[in-house]
């Protein structure tokens, strides 16, 4: 298997789905699913990776139509994850 699925957090950015992920100038995946978690405060997202790009703390860019915006790569389900700050 050359992607996983993995779970996405970008802040306060939106990142809409079908977005390219970025990391080091390379793609490496693209996003499936976004929406913003009243949970977690802060906009998720599921998305397809290469691996090697998978680790949870990755740091991954988005194309976005406003540019390029950060994401983290974060464990699933996202929902068990530490509530944002």
Request: hydrophobic share 40%.
């Amino acid at each position: 298997v050359q992607r996983v699925l993995l779970g996405l957090l970008s802040g306060e950015s939106a990142i809409p789905p079908g977005s390219v992920l970025w990391r080091d100038g390379k793609e490496v995946g693209r996003t499936a699913s976004a929406a913003w978690s009243p949970r977690l405060m802060q906009h998720v997202a599921l998305a397809y990776v290469r691996r090697g790009s998978q680790g949870p703390g990755t740091a991954l860019e988005a194309e976005t139509p406003a540019g390029r915006v950060p994401a983290t790569v974060a464990r699933l389900p996202l929902a068990d994850g530490p509530p944002a700050r």
